[in-house]
């Protein structure tokens, strides 16, 4: 500390380096916990998550196992996304994209190149090349 400085501003100086690192965790944790991350599996054009959702958009609902209902997008040309449960699959059409929504009783996915969806991928990561 200063000598020239009265005892004053060196309390206020005290509490203003203190504060500081305060601030910085309190935003940190807000960041944290308001960033979240969809690993995108891939199979060809079908990029699928775990426990996921995209709202709305609802085209069609078949009745096909949840492992198929990526390729019963990818041989529907208007279709663009999916959400699927473990015997239902619905297609979906949103040439815009949307994020996915978490919600752990359904998986969804989309087709790279059918929608914007692949911009909102860039944020997101690629793994798990399934053939």
Request: with cysteine; glycine share 6%.
């Amino acid at each position: 500390m200063r000598d020239d400085v009265g005892p004053g501003e060196q309390v206020n100086n005290r509490i203003t380096l203190c504060l500081r690192p305060s601030f910085l965790l309190v935003v940190s944790a807000v960041l944290i916990t308001t960033a979240s991350v969809r690993f995108w599996n891939k199979s060809g054009a079908v990029r699928w998550s775990y426990g996921c959702d995209f709202k709305g958009h609802d085209m069609l609902t078949l009745r096909v196992p949840n492992w198929d209902c990526g390729r019963q997008c990818v041989n529907n040309a208007a279709c663009t996304h999916f959400t699927n449960t473990l015997y239902t699959c619905i297609l979906k059409r949103n040439v815009r994209g949307s994020r996915a929504i978490n919600s752990p009783s359904t998986d969804c996915g989309f087709i790279v190149g059918r929608s914007r969806q692949s911009e909102h991928v860039i944020n997101d990561f690629l793994h798990n090349d399934v053939l």
